[in-house]
T-cell receptor
C-alpha cells in the first residue's frame, strides 16, 4: 500500500497563476483533509471531506477550493495564487472522524508563490 | 474548541525517559486526547490517544491526570530518531483534528 500520496511534491508559481494539488489514498478511507504549515507553525486545517461528493471548510479556507469526486482522491485548488499561500501543504486521510480515528499523512507538497 | 498548552521546546539525552506535558484545563467529557509527532521534513504521524485511562503502545505511554485537565506523553528511552515536534490535540467526535504549535523535542547523544 502506498498510503497517502501527494502530487506534485514541489511547485513554484507566479502570483495570479492557478494550480491543483492532488491527494490520493489507497486505504478506502472516508475522510480526507488538507492542511497547510508555515515555518515555525503548527498545521492549520484548510478544508476537509467526510465522504465522496462532500466538502467542508476548515480554519483557513479562503483562497482555496476543493473537490472530492472520487473517494480515493481529494483535490486542492488555488485559482489565483498569492505569495501568502507559500507554504507546505499536507493531505491526510482517516477511516472516520470518530474519536479513535487515526490520521495518515502524506509527505507534503512545498509550494512557493513568487 | 478546547485548547491545549504545551512548552515550546524540551531537551533530552539519548536513552533517557522523556516526559512531555500538556495542559488542557477546559477539556470536555467527550474529548479524546491525541498525540502526534512530526519528524523533520515529514508529515505528522500518530503516536497515541486516550480518554480517561493511561494508555501504552509500542511507541509511547500516555498518562492522563485523574481530573483530565492535563496529560503527559512518556517516551521510555529517547533515541535520536525521536527528535520531532510533538502535538497534543483534543478531539471531539465528528470533527477534524486541529493542531497547535506543539513541543519541539531535541535529543542529544
Amino acid at each position: 500500500n502506498a498510503g497517502v500520496t501527494q502530487t506534485p511534491k514541489f511547485r513554484v508559481l507566479k502570483t495570479g497563476q492557478s494550480m491543483t494539488l492532488l491527494c490520493a489514498q489507497d486505504m478506502n478511507h472516508e475522510y480526507m483533509y488538507w492542511y497547510r504549515q508555515d515555518p515555525g507553525m503548527g498545521l492549520r486545517l484548510i478544508h476537509y471531506s467526510v465522504g465522496e461528493g462532500t466538502t467542508a471548510k476548515g480554519e483557513v479556507p479562503d483562497g482555496y477550493n476543493v473537490s472530492r469526486l472520487k473517494k480515493q482522491n481529494f483535490l486542492l485548488g488555488l485559482e489565483s495564487a498569492a505569495p501568502s499561500q507559500t507554504s507546505v501543504y499536507f493531505c491526510a486521510s482517516s477511516y472516520s472522524t470518530q474519536n479513535t480515528g487515526e490520521l495518515f499523512f502524506g509527505e507534503g507538497s512545498r509550494l512557493t508563490v513568487l | 474548541d478546547a485548547k491545549t498548552t504545551q512548552p515550546n521546546s524540551m531537551e533530552s539525552n539519548e536513552e533517557e525517559p522523556v516526559h512531555l506535558p500538556c495542559n488542557h484545563s477546559t477539556i470536555s467529557g467527550t474529548d479524546y486526547i491525541h498525540w502526534y509527532r512530526q519528524l523533520p521534513s515529514q508529515g505528522p504521524e500518530y503516536v497515541i490517544h486516550g480518554l480517561t485511562s493511561n494508555v501504552n503502545n509500542r511507541m509511547a505511554s500516555l498518562a492522563i491526570a485523574e481530573d483530565r485537565k492535563s496529560s503527559t506523553l512518556i517516551l521510555h528511552r529517547a533515541t535520536l530518531r525521536d527528535a520531532a515536534v510533538y502535538y497534543c490535540i483534543l478531539h471531539q467526535a465528528g470533527t477534524a483534528l486541529i493542531f497547535g504549535k506543539g513541543t519541539t523535542l531535541s535529543v542529544s547523544s
